[in-house]
Structure formats: C-alpha cells, structure tokens
C-alpha cells in the first residue's frame, strides 16, 4: 500500500529489481560463450560488466554485458572487421538466436527479455600512463575508443555510498523512464550523469531530484560529457542528431510531468502527485492506496 510518494518510489524500486529468476538467467550462458571465444582468440579475460548485478538494471529490459579481452595480435585492426568476425563466432555456436553487431558489442539475444540477452563486447587491453590497465572498444566508425567499465563502477559506488544508498535507485528511476517511454539516450549517458548530479546534491530525495535531472538535462541540451574518470573523453549521449532531438522532446514532457507531480506534492495533493508518476512512467508507478 503506497500512501506517499516516498512509499510509492520504494514500491517502485522493487518493481524494477531484477528478480533472482533473471540473474540466474544471465549466468547461464557465460561459460558457452567464453569457451567459443577462447577456441578462437585465446582471450585473456572474460569478465562481467554494465549495470546488470550493479544495482542499476532494469527488470525485463537491461540485458548482461560482457568484456571479452582478446589478444592484439588476434585482433582485427578495424573494429568493424572486428566485431563481424566476432559475430561470426558465436553464430556459429549458437546459429538459432540470430545474433547481431550492436556497437560497440555483439548481440546474443537468448530470449525475448532483454534480460535473456548477452552483449559481447571485444577489446584489447593496455596500460595508461599512470599504470592503470584500461581497454580499447569499438566506437562505431573502424576505430577504437578507450573504456574502463571498472573505474566507472567504482565512480557509482563511491556516490551511492556518500548518498546512503540512494543513488543507484535514483538512476534506476531515470533509466525505468528511459525504457518505459522508449527515449534514445544512451544509459551509460544517463548512469554517469545522474552519478555527477547527485555527488553535489545530498541527501537524495527522489520526487525533487528527479525533477531537477530532467532539468538539468535540459538545460544543457543532452550535451556531451567528460567522463569524470577521465578515461574516455566525452560520453555522448545519443548514437545521432536525430536521437538527440526526439529525446529532448521527450525530456521536455518528462520535466513537466516531474514538476507537476513534485508541486501537487508540496501541496498535500498526495493522489495528483501519484498520477503525475503514472504518466512519467507510462503507468508503471505503484497505484496509490
């Protein structure tokens, strides 16, 4: 029974949560997977990454990313040749699935969820100038770009940690929006963005942080941002220029909805606030009462 927002936002939060079901599902895979890949490459590493088991995924719709660390020398040069000769590979082991390229990874689409889904993403790896071990991915034009999924993992969980666990539900809730209104904006985008705002902006209240993310967002009209571990540049947030339009559109609805239902809030008008959600979240939000 949600009665107030904050309970409405708890509910919700659970709803998102992948269940037990589904991370048992994303394990099943990974051994079959690793093993086509080192029959081939004889790759150095396999390791998990993304926001599935992260605390930021998203019930149904976040699928299991992995990064296969295969040898320079067995690498194409071009990462499109790469990433087609990759594709190559798992099709071959597992040719019913009707895997895909889908840059910077390979798509294995074990299931109609996306949660049944594996992302293979192929990478080599080196040492920055600081000794710092960082990898190299695909960036959608035959070249490389540099990632460190880990230093970005601990970026999130250092924020969560000084937000008292409130950050990673506070990006799982821009994410669900994201999924649920089919906006085009990248979610490691969202992920990062959403981790800067909050590390200025405790304590963490979801109804007015969440309102004041959509603003900011338009505010700054999508624009790129620097990644705050200073690894791979500038984090863009849409794949095109037609992408970035629609979502803005969208973010424009999705502020005024937010700050419909954070001032009917203030107001004491708990069962307007909920309704307000309802239309954010396309009807996913808890009912009220």
């Known amino acids: ?10 509910e919700f939060h659970k709803k998102l949560t992948p269940t037990l079901k589904e991370s048992e599902a994303a394990k099943n895979h990974r051994n079959s997977i690793k093993s086509a890949l080192e029959s081939k490459y004889g790759i150095w590493n396999f ?14 719709y976040s699928d299991v990313d992995y990064f296969a660390n295969i040898p320079p020398s067995k690498m194409n040069t071009n990462s499109t040749y790469a990433l087609r000769e990759v594709r190559e ?3 071959n082991r597992f040719p019913q699935t009707g895997v895909s390229v ?7 689409p074990f299931g109609t969820d996306a ?8 990478t080599t790896s080196l040492f920055d100038d600081n000794d710092n071990l960082i990898y190299k991915i695909a960036d959608g034009s035959g070249g490389w770009m540099l990632s460190n999924p ?12 000084k937000g008292n666990g409130k950050v990673k539900p506070l990006i799982r809730f821009i994410k669900a929006w994201k999924y649920y209104q089919n906006v085009p904006i990248s979610s490691f985008y969202l992920e990062m963005r959403v981790a800067k705002y909050a590390s200025s902006n405790f304590p963490i209240i979801y109804s007015w942080d969440i309102r004041n993310i959509f603003k900011s967002l338009l505010d700054t009209k999508l624009s790129s941002m620097q990644d705050p571990q200073g690894i791979c540049g500038y984090i863009e947030p849409c794949s095109t220029e037609k992408k970035k339009e629609e979502s803005l559109s969208k973010l424009s609805t999705a502020y005024s909805r937010a ?19 309802h239309l954010l979240f396309n009807y996913e939000f808890p009912h009220y009462g």
């Open 150 to 161: 880990r230093k970005h993992i601990e970026y999130v969980n250092e924020i969560n940690s």
């Open 47 to 60: 390791f998990r990454t993304g926001s599935f088991g992260n605390g930021t995924s998203i019930r149904g």
């Open 115 to 122: 949660s049944e889904s594996t992302e293979v993403i192929p």
């Open 89 to 91: 590979v798992l099709n």
């Open 1 to 10: 029974m949600a009665t107030t927002v904050q309970s409405g936002f708890n």
């Open 259 to 277: 700050k419909n239902a954070k001032d009917a809030e203030d107001n004491d008008k708990i069962m307007d606030a909920f309704s307000w959600w």
């Open 102 to 108: 889908r840059t910077p990874g390979v798509l294995v």
